[in-house]
């Protein structure tokens, strides 16, 4: 399963005022596994910064004036994301200012090129009710060390939230089983190893098992 987590950071708090996206990061996992597959770019907002939002991220508008525009990455952005599960802390936020750059290059909406968006501070939400779920909160409660982070930044965000999810979702993991071999030989075999008897499970009864994962999943709010 491709999963891409996500963060962005921008020039104030709300799009529909005419903020705009400053930095995008994705980071790529495969079977929970994260790849060296990343996309990082910097955007030139051609607008003010808020003051507030540059002291949560640090970012100036000197140092975005020689970054390319949105619509320049755009393409790039979508050919990387595209078929995935998005995971993002606080979706409604990086969506919300991703739909808006997207539409005003005549794009569609995000939801419309990954499979599925997954919010982590929902989730989190969800398994740790009254506590704290910042992505600094989750840290601290999964042992993930984010001594490096000083300021929010959207690679070192994405980075954290992948090695977070996978920790919050431990125990989750759906059994898979490699199905390129003949159906035929996937039948009920015993294998004698010893003192030591492997069964192989038949494929009607791995259906069955993962049928009733997804029902799980689905009742625990995934």
């Known amino acids: 399963m491709r999963q891409i987590f996500l963060d962005t950071e921008t020039t104030g708090l709300d799009p529909n005022q005419g903020h705009r996206v400053i930095e995008i990061a994705a980071i790529e996992f495969n079977n929970r596994q994260a790849t060296s597959n990343r996309f990082h770019f910097y955007v030139n907002p051609q607008r003010e910064i808020d003051a507030a939002a540059q002291e949560v991220h640090g970012i100036t508008l000197d140092f975005l004036n020689d970054k390319p525009l949105f619509v320049d990455i755009a393409a790039d952005f979508i050919a990387f994301i595209n078929g995935s599960e998005l995971v993002i802390h606080n979706a409604p936020f990086d969506v919300g200012f991703l739909n808006m750059e997207l539409g005003k290059i005549g794009m569609e909406k995000l939801e419309s090129y990954c499979d599925g968006i997954m919010d982590s501070l929902k989730f989190a939400k969800e398994i740790r009710p009254g ?31 992948g090695e977070v999810y996978i920790q919050m979702t431990r125990g989750q993991e759906a059994f898979t089983i490699n199905f390129e071999e003949d159906s035929s ?6 294998v004698d190893h010893g003192d030591l008897i492997v069964t192989q499970p038949a494929l009607d009864e791995v259906e069955a098992h993962n049928s009733y994962l997804r029902s799980i999943n689905r009742t625990d709010g995934w």
């Open 185 to 190: 030989k996937a039948a009920l075999q015993s």
């Open 131 to 161: 506590q704290r779920n910042s992505l600094d909160a989750l840290c601290r409660a999964f042992d993930v060390d984010n001594s490096t982070r000083s300021l929010h930044g959207a690679l070192l965000d994405a980075q954290l939230l």
